[in-house]
């Protein structure tokens, strides 16, 4: 873990979607009946993060909520998955979006910011507050969804002090509201060059595949 902490002080650092019998529409209407309930019982996956959620340099179908959506399709469970990461996103333009993006119906919510608060080195404070506002709205709204946490770790060139409470944030947050928590989103991966891209920080359709992995060790028990 501190070999991929310490991998990270370069990787991170730059991290800132013709029959017409009477038999043949009565089974039209029984076909649209059933798909109709089968909709109506379809349950949706909300992922809102950053540049690592939107899968940046990768295909959409290549990036870690996609493969989750495979996954979760090759098991015939009831959800849909939708991608709503956003590259460069910081924990207070996420606040600030949260409300729009909330539009929709949200059953389960993983929330995937704080990495650029980090790069920047917005006081942890000032995002572990941002954090807690975006699910406060996410529960007002929809006090049935069930939430999961991704943690995320800084370099530490930032300071000691600073990466140790920034990674703090993340438990602490999701111990507070019952959300279900992927310890770090980029294990074995952070700092691993063959499973990043050129730029060194956004993961190769690999290493999106270990990120899926990673979040469905913890996704798969919310279910």
Known sequence: MHKNIFC???????????????????ETIKNDSQ???HNAQTKNILFFGNSL???????PEEAF??????KIDSLNLPYKVTNAG?????????KARINWILKQKVDVFVLELG?????????????????????DQVKIKYPDAKLVMTGMQVPPNMGSKYATDFSI????????????LVPFLLENVGGVSKLNQGDGIHPTPEGHKILAENVWAVLKDVL
């Open 8 to 26: 990270l002080a370069i990787s991170l650092f730059i991290l800132t979607s013709c029959g017409g019998n009477s038999n043949d529409k009565t």
């Open 35 to 37: 798909s109709t309930s």
């Open 53 to 59: 959620t939107a899968g940046l340099g990768v295909e």
């Open 65 to 70: 909520p996609a493969l989750i959506g495979d």
């Open 86 to 94: 956003l590259s460069g996103e910081t924990t207070a333009a996420g």
């Open 115 to 135: 990495a650029n608060d980090g790069l920047r080195g917005i006081p942890v404070s000032e995002t572990e507050k941002n954090l807690q506002a975006i699910v």
């Open 169 to 180: 944030i993340f438990k602490k947050i999701a111990d507070k509201n019952n959300m279900a």
